[in-house]
């Protein structure tokens, strides 16, 4: 198999898995870039992603205009300008292995402390507190930046609350629209938009959209139980297959 041949073997699943999600389906989005790191190195996959990313978050806008919850969003947009910032200032420094291992197991222990909770009987989260907002947007910005894996963080914060599937769908969609826009100027301070990754940001646009439409038109018909629990098993997912990837990489190096 040619090398380009390779690459668009895993690049239309990862990018199909990223329509998926901007969907409505948050979490899957974490997959695109280590699926489009078996091909080639993660840096550019990130910077191949970013562009699909923002168009296929306007479709997502559009979408779910009406369903997004307002109070979560002005804690955590504003905290994930603290955690890009600080993904701008590390990105030659951080390790990806260690980010990814961190993330993992971020998503492990999330899964299990929500079947604990689920399993005690504790109650929900009501309402979005500052606190805890700080921390979570902050993670999600700084692990977005690093790589497009800022979904956990964002979950963690999120799901507890319970919301009506279509709104925890439309307020990660606004919260990683904005995400996405922040990260652009450092983005290019890094040098990561070039001729060649654009274009094939562009080539890849058409799936990019479709694979989105779709997971809204998903969405709109999973019931809330059904959904959350897909949700925790795609986290669970993404978290063992991250920390297997980051322990393997850092034991290896």
């Known amino acids: 198999m040619s090398g380009e041949a390779e690459f668009y073997f895993v690049a239309i699943p990862a990018v199909i898995v990223l329509g998926l999600s901007k969907g409505g389906f948050t979490g899957l989005s974490s997959l695109a870039t280590p699926m489009l790191s078996l091909a ?3 840096v550019r996959a990130a910077a191949i992603v970013l562009p699909l990313l923002i168009v296929q978050d306007w479709v997502s806008v559009w979408a779910f205009r009406r369903d997004f919850s ?3 969003l002005a804690v955590l947009i504003p905290s994930s300008m603290i955690g890009v910032a600080a993904g701008w ?4 420094r951080v390790s990806e292995d260690a980010v990814r291992l961190a993330v993992g197991l971020i998503c ?7 079947l604990v909770r689920d399993r005690l009987g504790l109650a929900a989260v009501d309402r979005p507190g500052i606190p805890g907002g700080l921390l979570w947007g902050s993670l999600a910005g700084f692990t977005s930046f690093i790589s497009h894996a800022g979904a956990p963080p964002f979950q963690v914060y999120v799901m507890p609350q319970n919301l009506k599937p279509r709104v925890f769908a439309g307020t990660a969609t606004m919260f990683f629209a904005a995400v996405n826009l922040i990260k652009i100027p450092p983005y290019f301070l890094l040098g990561q938009f070039s001729r060649d990754n654009l274009a ?4 890849l646009m058409p799936i990019a959209i479709l694979s989105t439409l779709a997971g809204v038109w998903l969405v709109r018909r ?9 949700i925790l098993i795609i986290t669970f997912a993404i978290g063992a297959k991250l920390t297997w990837d980051a322990v393997r990489a850092l034991v290896v190096a």
């Open 40 to 42: 080639i190195s993660p």
């Open 222 to 230: 999973v019931s809330a139980e059904r959904f959350y629990a897909l």
């Open 70 to 72: 307002a109070a979560n």
């Open 200 to 203: 094939v940001s562009a080539g």
């Open 89 to 92: 200032l590390l990105a030659a």
């Open 108 to 114: 492990i222990a999330f899964v299990a402390y929500m």
